[in-house]
């Protein structure tokens, strides 16, 4: 079969070529299923666009802040990326085998096991992340701090309160736009806070603050793209949520895939719950500025005294009116006019295939995906219209 993933990449504005479209991306977290992010990241820029604002939940983390570190065609890097991360082809014997599991005993680039079996009775994680953390590292963090070039967020896990906090490059040059943004200056402890899996890699600390993977409260962080959106781009801009934790799965065989399929399925509703809810607040907010231009009019005072004086006014109108008279006065209603809904929200589902492991960094498996990933970002653009998918 013919590999999808050859497509001529479009030129910049500034070579001559074609403009570019300038687009935002949400990437889930997802262990080695990141790899079809990287397929799809490539379909879209091989088609002409280009990221200008990510985020990212723990291996999408690692997408977004090599895309925005890339000095060449990002999507060459993010391949490369996922190249450095194949486990050898080794024949793995029981009670690790078949082959999708040499994972076991480590991912290049990613992390190590750990020996020290003589402290097990106290692990609080199985497996040493350093390898990941030098991979990140050796970005070019100087660029990925620019928010001009791409502005870029990774979702954490606060292990003691919870929450989710949404690390960004936004500090100091941009203003933040509210308390789970923390000013950081934005580094690799950062996108290795977003991947840090619970039991498997140790959490990470920042200023005081132990983090787990993004993954655990918001895998699928479309909020701080939303939050970040100029009223320009939220009108007009494409966003591309990739949904590489989709709803297909076997009946596990065992607990493990009891396991990860419970993840896999809370994680799956979490980006339904999203989207629904993305939809249902561009409703509402439209509503209300619906309202607000009522109210503006001249005679929306004239009117309230006319309905006062109006017998036949059904019963509680009057009051009703005042109220909303009232209430446009305030700091929650000019927040609201103030919001911008998003308009133009695409979730793209990759439909793997079932049974796909997060633990599976063979080879085969990485290929495998950056192809279907890529073959299925281009059916998606292709069922839009001839125009998106060039």
Request: charged letters at 20%.
């Amino acid at each position: 079969m013919a590999d999808a993933r050859t497509s001529t990449p479009a030129e910049t504005g500034s070579t001559g070529g074609a403009q570019k479209t300038k687009i935002g991306l949400v990437l889930q977290g997802g262990g080695a299923l990141g790899a079809y992010e990287a397929g799809a990241v490539k379909c879209l820029y091989d088609s002409g666009m280009e990221c200008t604002i990510v985020a990212g939940a723990s291996s999408g983390a690692a997408n977004a802040v090599t895309l925005a570190a890339a000095k060449t065609y990002p999507p060459d890097e993010l391949e490369a990326m996922w190249g450095g991360f194949k486990t050898p082809e080794i024949l793995v014997p029981p009670p690790i085998g078949p082959s999708e599991h040499v994972a076991a005993l480590g991912v290049p680039h990613m992390y190590r096991p750990r020996l020290d079996y003589w402290s097990l009775l106290t692990w609080t994680y199985a497996a040493d992340n350093t390898w990941l953390k030098e991979t990140l590292e050796r970005l070019d963090w100087d660029q990925v701090r620019d928010p001009d070039h791409m502005r870029v967020f990774v979702s954490a896990s606060d292990i003691e309160n919870g929450k989710t906090v949404y690390f960004s490059n936004l500090y100091p040059k941009m203003q933040l736009p509210g308390p789970e943004y923390p000013a950081v200056h934005f580094a690799a402890e950062h996108a290795l806070a977003s991947g840090s899996f619970p039991g498997g890699f140790p959490w990470t600390v920042i200023d005081g603050r132990s983090y787990w993977d993004g993954g655990l409260t918001d895998n699928t962080p479309l909020k701080p793209v939303i939050d970040n959106l100029t009223t320009a781009e939220a009108e007009t801009m494409p966003i591309y949520v990739i949904d590489v934790n989709t709803g297909a799965g076997y009946l596990p065989a065992n607990l493990l895939q009891v396991t990860l399929r419970e993840f896999e399925m809370l994680l799956q509703n979490n980006l339904a719950t999203d989207t629904h809810r993305a939809a249902r607040y561009a409703q509402f907010i439209s509503l209300l500025k619906e309202v607000n231009r009522i109210l503006e009019q001249k005679e929306a005072a004239r009117i309230l005294d006319e309905v006062r004086k109006l017998p036949s006014a059904p019963s509680g109108l009057a009051d009703l009116l005042a109220e909303l008279l009232d209430v446009k006065g305030t700091q929650d209603w000019g927040e609201a006019m103030n919001y911008h809904p998003v308009r133009n929200v695409h979730a793209v589902d990759i439909m793997k295939p079932a049974g796909e492991s997060p633990g599976d960094f063979t080879g085969e498996a990485i290929e495998r995906r950056l192809d279907y990933g890529y073959r299925q970002m281009r059916g998606y653009l292709d069922s839009l219209s001839p125009a998106i998918s060039g």
